[in-house]
């Protein structure tokens, strides 16, 4: 029958007795999977990295494009592919609506309201009711400045719906492909570079674009003066959001480069606001051709009005 001593492991015994002979040994204790040292967490961060990454969204939002990827991975000529594109609920296109009225400053657009499901449907639909806005407070603002003159006929200019919206789809999207190849360009050049994908640059510009809409209904009023300060105030909050959107992305760049991207995108987006109200509201009057009195002695009496 075993002992009591035959009963012990001897691994035990031997570690006992080396800890005995020399105190001064490095032991090592193995933990828990759990219980893992804190300074094994805790690292060091630069100065202000944490704040690039809550602007850039280089956190949890990597992990949602990766997620996103996953998603839309149905083949780019199937139905399933673009449905991703317009997968949004009412209250998500006004939130995001709500935040391109209202920037929060020093808060990304992308960060806050589209990276997580970037979309077509709101930039779509925002471009085309602008694009209509357009074209009807235009001719409402003729008819009411030549209201009362008796040589003017009113006729409707169909033609202003698709020169509004030749101009105002190719800017929401020639626009956005034009930054989003330059990113990319400066990206290979500049590591710090964050490039946004195209859907969320086509996406930024098309919800930048909803204060006009309102904007271009007061440009009715017969008033120069009020429509140039709407002008300024539409573009004082779209274009901020265009800036704390792309600033970020392009501060780590070198700083003139950085300070002419964040210009031109300023420039186009003024030009854009600037054009649609000297084309189809402040255009020059026309002299007008006074209808032909035919006289009674047969000769014919051609009157000129201004």
Known sequence: MATADDLKFQEFDDAANLLAANPDATT?????????????????????REEDDELLGTDDSDKTELLAGQKKSAPFWTFEYYQTFFDVDTYQVL???????????????????????????????????????????????????HLGKPTYHYVPEFRKVSIAATTIYAYAWLVPLALWGFLMWRNSKVMNIVSYSFLEIVCVYGYSLFIYIPTAILWIIP?????????????????????????????????????????????????????????FFDAPELDIPAPIIPAHNGTTVITKSH
Not at 99 to 120: A, E, H, M, Q, T
Not at 121 to 139: E, M, R
Request: positive net charge.
């Open 28 to 48: 090592i204790s193995i933990d828990e999977p759990g219980e893992i040292p804190k300074n094994q967490h805790s690292r060091l961060q630069e100065p202000g």
């Open 95 to 145: 939130d995001r609506i709500k935040g391109s009225v209202f920037p929060v400053p020093g808060k990304n657009f992308v960060r806050l309201y589209i990276r997580s499901n970037p979309d077509l449907y709101g930039p779509f639909w925002i471009c085309a009711t602008l694009v209509f806005t357009i074209a009807v407070s235009g001719n409402l603002s003729n008819f009411f400045i």
């Open 223 to 279: 008033q120069r003066v009020v429509r140039w300060v709407l002008v300024v105030f539409s573009l004082c909050l779209s274009g901020s959001v265009l800036v704390m959107t792309f600033w970020p992305a392009v501060r780590d760049d070198n700083r003139r480069i950085a300070v002419a991207t964040v210009a031109t995108i300023l420039l186009l987006h003024a030009l854009l606001a600037v054009g649609c109200l000297a084309y």
